[in-house]
């Protein structure tokens, strides 16, 4: 008999939720508001985002080594999550570019920080035979929250004549909310040790992290290479005539099929073969990356919801074979230096993908993303090649 999840991880699932729903409430209007109100280039938007993108995956290596060698990851996470709901008021506060960017940098710092930790933390908790549908649960209660904060954001929008600002305010509240479940809500497992504490970032600790685990950080950073920020999506919908009260549409829907599909893929992690179901991913992105470059309105509304299932199939799958690949005693850093490979990925993706829309127009922004999968798809190739040699 498969062992059940632990009431900790849906607790943790439940504190992604809400936090979720607090800055996605933002994040869905963002780049319609730079846009419009703040009168800020494509380029430039690509940039913020990819700048704040990346400093939330480059903080988690350090978040990640600190929680392996403290031995510790809770209160980590809190301070993580802290600092995103202490970000939200500083973006109604707004009354120019330097605040936005300064609240958007210091959200993401808060989401590096908990981060790695919390995934860490996930693994430590879940019995391996079920650990790809316990990240997908964790995943899924995420992207219900990722769903709900735009459809609470459109809400609100219409309900207040676009005030961006009120709502904004109103985001600070589940913010709050995540950090009192956590704190109150989950216990930390005991973690054994000699009680000697190793920095997990010197040579012969890193050199306990196998070949097979930096395969998946160089997949995984030309993966996200193809995944620049959904700031795009928007920006193509926004493009396309979908009103600015109604562009969290895009966001919903995307993250309506991601939920919906991010549990059951990861429990497809735990019986499928982990290269073909991430073959999978890379291939229904470069379709939805297809959709968006060269359909109309309709073919938008496809791309979305492709680019949301691609999302279901590879984003728990990777933390379960960071997981499965790195040693439990190393699983922060491990998490840490995947998410640094990322972030900076990241950063160049969403710069390109701002400035060839700014050259070339948004056509080419996503032609890129989908030769950046098949070039994935490539490494995925060689690596099991590599495996399977003698």
């Not at 004549?161 to 009120?166: E, G, I, L, N, P």
């Amino acid at each position: 008999m498969r062992p059940h999840i632990p009431r900790a991880i849906w607790a943790l699932g439940f504190v992604s939720l809400l936090m979720d729903v607090s800055s996605e409430l933002i994040h869905s209007l963002l780049p319609v508001f730079m846009a419009t109100a703040l009168g800020i280039s494509a380029f430039t938007i690509g940039l913020i985002e990819g700048a704040a993108e990346a400093t939330a995956l480059i903080v988690k290596v350090f978040s990640g080594v600190l929680s392996d060698w403290w031995g510790k990851r809770k209160p980590l996470a809190l301070l993580g999550y802290g600092l995103g709901a202490a970000s939200k008021p500083l973006f109604a506060l707004a009354t120019g570019a330097g605040l936005v960017v300064a609240a958007r940098l210091i959200d993401r710092v808060g989401k590096g920080i908990r981060g790695a930790p919390r995934d860490a933390l996930v693994a430590d908790l879940a019995p391996p035979e079920i650990r790809g549908a316990a990240f997908g649960l964790r995943q899924a209660l995420d992207t219900v929250g990722a769903f709900a904060g735009p459809l609470l954001g459109m809400a609100l929008m219409i309900a207040w004549a676009d005030d961006f600002r009120a709502v904004f305010w109103a985001a600070a509240i589940p913010g709050f909310l995540a950090v009192a479940l956590l704190f109150l809500g989950v216990q930390e497992p005991e973690r054994h040790s000699d009680g000697k504490r190793v920095n997990p970032i010197r040579g012969e600790a890193l050199r306990q992290l196998p070949a097979s685990y930096w395969w998946v950080v160089g997949i995984g950073a030309v993966f996200t290479l193809a995944r620049f920020s959904e700031a795009f999506l928007v920006l193509r919908a926004n493009q396309a005539g979908l009103a600015v009260a109604w562009t969290p549409m895009v966001f919903i829907a995307m993250n309506v099929v991601y939920a919906a599909a991010a549990y059951p893929c990861g429990k497809l992690a735990d019986r499928m073969h982990h290269d073909v179901l991430l073959g999978w991913g890379l291939v229904v992105l470069a379709a939805a990356d297809a959709a968006l470059a060269w359909g109309g309105f309709a073919g938008i509304g496809l791309g979305v919801v492709l680019w949301g299932l691609s999302l279901a199939l590879t984003q728990g799958l990777l933390a379960t074979m960071v997981a499965d690949t790195a040693p439990a005693a190393l699983r922060g850093t491990a998490y840490g230096f995947f998410n640094l490979a990322s972030g900076l990925a990241m950063l160049v993706a969403s710069g390109l993908a701002g400035l060839l829309w700014d050259r070339a127009g948004a056509v080419f922004t996503f032609l890129a993303g989908a030769l950046f999968c098949l070039l994935a798809l490539g490494l995925l190739g060689l690596r099991r090649r590599w495996a399977s040699a003698p």
